[in-house]
């Protein structure tokens, strides 16, 4: 889409300068980060955890579901949950960009 001429492109270094827009990149580092390295623990987890402790995995818990099983339904709830929480967090980084859009606009 081409812009008219009263639309310019936005100056990048401005907006970059902002401290709104710093926070906005520490909000989503702070985020991200974390709930990467735990989903990517926790789902190595499984493997590893049934290679190097097979007999804790086996372990029944109800009839014939053993602690393997539970640990793998369990992954599903993990990553619904966390998905939960990133659509939370996506509506304040939602926010804190439009705030900075507004400023910008000004």
């Known amino acids: 889409m081409a812009l008219s001429s009263s639309e310019r492109p936005p100056d990048w270094k401005q907006i970059e300068a902002l401290p709104a827009f710093r926070n906005l990149l520490a909000a989503k580092r702070r985020f991200i980060l974390p709930a990467t390295v735990?989903?990517?623990?926790?789902?190595?987890a499984l493997p590893v955890l049934v290679g190097y402790a097979p007999a804790f995995m086996a372990r029944k818990i109800a009839g014939p579901v053993n602690?393997?099983?539970l640990f793998?339904?369990?992954q599903f709830f993990m990553a619904w949950i966390l998905a939960a929480l990133y659509l939370r967090a996506a509506g304040r980084?939602?926010?804190m960009a439009?705030?900075?859009k507004h400023t910008i606009e000004r």
């Open 93 to 95: 980084f939602d926010q």
């Open 72 to 74: 793998a339904l369990s």
């Open 67 to 69: 602690l393997a099983y």
């Open 98 to 100: 439009n705030d900075i």
């Open 38 to 44: 735990f989903f990517v623990v926790y789902y190595f």
